[in-house]
């Protein structure tokens, strides 16, 4: 029971992404690490997918697999397809992949100032991206970086276009970063926790510019985050990881109202909200396991409260809860019953 | 925790600490050999609150308004440049070397990064024990070894473990590892530095719990320093923002939350995203241009003025005192109104 199986738009190449039952391990000296273990999903214009999931759940690796800026070794696609407008990204040569990197599909990544570059100018490094694809001049590349700071509302661009990345704050840090990945006007961007690193004050100016920028240009952007709220905020669609594995995934109304998986309804009653006090907090008890050793059968069966003896040997696949969600529990139909599983409403 | 709606605690409670006008400047120097001083970041500029027995008083603010410093000056591993604590009679500021050692005792701390306050070469057992081989006569030898499994079995790690390294451990785990330190002398008081935020969602929940658990079965006071207003809303009783160095407004955890009357309060507040999508749209944002000031030169009069929507001339002028405004808790703000930022 695939995701994709009964998607027509899939069939005919018409989604902006699609990702097919792709499988990432590591092979390092102390054995395999399977960090993305068969996940399917796609993407549309102006779309916004929130990939959901802990640290080591392998959300940052399958971007880094879309982006092809997985090293190898240790790091090995091992299956799958990535079908960007219907070409499938794996089968092409390095000098083709290259071409798909930075001008269709971009990324920012959470710490802006590992990211960058300390001995060169910011603006040096936004012109940049011009210089090595569009083979414009020094000159045209400054202008071309200045344009791009305005349009990600740094201040006083014409000004910093000179400094350095120490010279700027870490929101700023970030507005370089989403610059330099939109230089290019990707059809898709990768925001791996663009605002983790930040305050909350910065973290809704970001999330607030992203939004905007995606409305002018109508590109697909995947979220990578483990912060339920930023999600609940702004996507559209979410999907959650587990262990290397999509465990639930559907429209954000959906799922916040009524959790089809208990390691999503787990993550729910464990958060608490701004909005709310005293509420108890019920923690999943134990932690999620090492992606070297993930449990038989499914994964989350060690941690979760409706286990049976089933969920100890049998892999549950996406199971079908409605026509546009899935979820990766054998008994999902009990968890939605569940009605305490759900963050809609339960002020 | 009776709430008497004046951010307070109930009045039987007694102040375990009270902090007066706590300053700290970090200098700013010039030169190698000839340091000469060329200004100061002033990290803490004057803050005051009392700690009561038995509550949780949150400190947030965004990085850079001085929490942390604020933490380290109350366990003097950094020197105030003035002001005064008072915990038990005494001045924190003024005790003698000697004296400092039974602060210590009955102060503890937790930090936030439970892979780098975990000496990897210790075992756990030896580093819950480390408290009283440095507080020598609190624990006679023999017993220690049963204690720290008492202590490792309290915060939910098996007490088998005692012979194992951190490195063999998960970051929640740590984190309790880091917790049966700080118990280990029976403090009054913890002040835990971002205890939660290196933490995963589903672990954070587990720890939150486990420190709520302690503070009642101990009578533990907590100072609890984040910058997750959700998670300081769920642990504490009293909640103080800071700004640049300052507090802007204190009062009980409903107070702050549904009543906040201070711009910087309301602001901070409307950026926290609700983890509900029904709300979406919905909520009113004020988003705040630019960023914080640097503290080694803050705007006059009203630090948040650069920033603030209302500022006026007056702003500039006069320093707006954390005074009581008429409202139900005091605000550090000339034009201090209700506003409501957080949805019902």
């Known amino acids: 029971m695939d995701v994709t199986t009964d998607d027509p738009k899939a069939a005919e190449g018409q989604h902006l992404l699609q990702v097919e039952d792709l499988h990432v391990e590591f092979r390092t000296q102390y054995g395999t690490v399977n960090a993305v273990n068969g996940i399917s999903y796609s993407l549309d214009e102006r779309e916004t997918l929130a990939i959901l999931g802990e640290s080591g759940s392998g959300k940052s690796v399958s971007a880094q697999a879309i982006m092809g800026i997985i090293d190898s070794p240790p790091g090995f696609i091992t299956k799958g397809a990535l079908r960007f407008r219907g070409t499938d990204l794996l089968g092409l040569d390095e000098s083709e992949r290259r071409s798909y990197r930075g001008q269709k599909i971009a990324m920012i990544f959470q710490d802006a100032l590992t990211a960058l570059n300390p001995v060169y100018s910011v603006g040096f490094q936004i012109g940049e991206m011009f210089r090595v694809h569009r083979g414009a001049s020094r000159s045209e590349a400054k202008k071309k970086a200045i344009e791009l700071m305005d349009r990600v509302r740094i201040p006083a661009a014409k000004e910093r276009v000179g400094e350095y990345p120490h010279q700027f704050s870490g929101g700023m840090r970030q507005r370089v970063m989403i610059a330099m990945a939109l230089s290019l006007d990707p059809d898709i961007l990768i925001a791996d926790e663009p605002t983790t690193a930040l305050d909350v004050t910065v973290q809704a100016q970001i999330m607030e510019l992203l939004s905007e920028l995606q409305g002018e240009t109508g590109m697909g952007l995947i979220l990578i985050t483990h912060d339920l709220a930023v999600v609940a905020d702004v996507a559209d669609r979410v999907a959650v990881m587990y262990a290397g594995k999509i465990v639930e995934t559907g429209s954000v109304f959906e799922v916040y109202e009524n959790a089809a998986h208990p390691y999503t309804e787990g993550l729910m009653s464990s958060i608490p909200r701004i909005d709310q006090r005293g509420r108890e907090l019920n923690p999943i008890r134990g932690a999620p396991p090492s992606l070297m050793r993930i449990p038989p059968g499914c994964p989350f069966h060690p941690r979760c409260p409706y286990a049976r003896d089933v969920c100890r040997v049998d892999l549950p696949p996406l199971y079908e809860v409605s026509a546009s969600r899935r979820s990766a529990c054998h008994f999902f139909e009990e968890v939605l019953a569940n009605v305490e599983g759900g963050l809609t409403g339960g002020r | ?344």
């Open chain 2, 1 to 344: 925790m009776a709430d008497e709606g004046n951010g307070r605690p109930a009045p039987e409670r007694d102040v375990i600490l009270k902090v007066e006008n706590l300053v700290k400047h970090f200098p700013l120097t010039q030169g190698i050999v000839f340091k000469k001083h060329v200004g100061a970041v002033k990290a803490v500029e004057g803050v005051s609150f009392d700690l009561y027995r038995g509550e949780t008083l949150g400190l947030v603010g965004e990085s850079g308004c001085g929490k942390s410093t604020v933490a380290k000056l109350l366990l003097r591993l950094e020197e105030a440049t003035s002001g005064s604590a008072i915990y038990d009679g005494k001045d924190i500021f003024k005790l003698p070397k000697k004296e400092l050692r039974t602060l210590r005792r009955n102060i503890q701390i937790v930090f936030q990064d439970p892979y780098a306050s975990l000496n990897p070469r210790m075992t756990v057992g030896d580093i819950v024990a480390e408290p009283w081989e440095i507080h020598q006569g609190r624990m006679g030898k023999a017993e220690r070894r049963s204690r720290v499994q008492d202590l490792l079995a309290r915060v939910g790690l098996d007490p088998d473990h005692v012979n194992r390294y951190p490195h063999q451990f998960s970051g929640g785990q740590r984190q309790r590892i880091g917790i049966a330190r700080a118990l280990a002398l029976n403090p009054d008081i913890i002040i835990c530095d971002e205890p939660v935020s290196a933490l995963d969602v589903s672990v954070q929940a587990q720890v939150v719990n486990l420190l709520n658990a302690l503070q009642s079965d101990f009578n533990l006071s907590y100072i609890f320093i984040a910058h997750d207003l959700a998670v300081v809303r769920h642990i504490s009783d009293r909640v103080a923002v800071m700004y640049l160095g300052k507090i802007m407004e204190v009062g009980n955890q409903d107070q702050i939350y549904d009543r906040p009357t201070h711009p910087y309060t309301q602001a901070l507040l409307s950026a926290v995203p609700v983890p509900d999508p029904a709300v979406r749209g919905e909520r009113k944002r004020m988003v705040l241009t630019g960023d914080v000031p640097s503290p080694a030169n803050p705007p006059s009069g009203c630090v948040f003025r650069t920033r603030c929507w209302k500022a006026q001339e007056k702003c500039a002028e006069e320093v707006p005192a954390l005074e009581n405004r008429g409202f139900d808790h005091p605000s550090a703000c000339h034009f201090a109104e209700i506003e409501r930022v957080v949805p019902v």
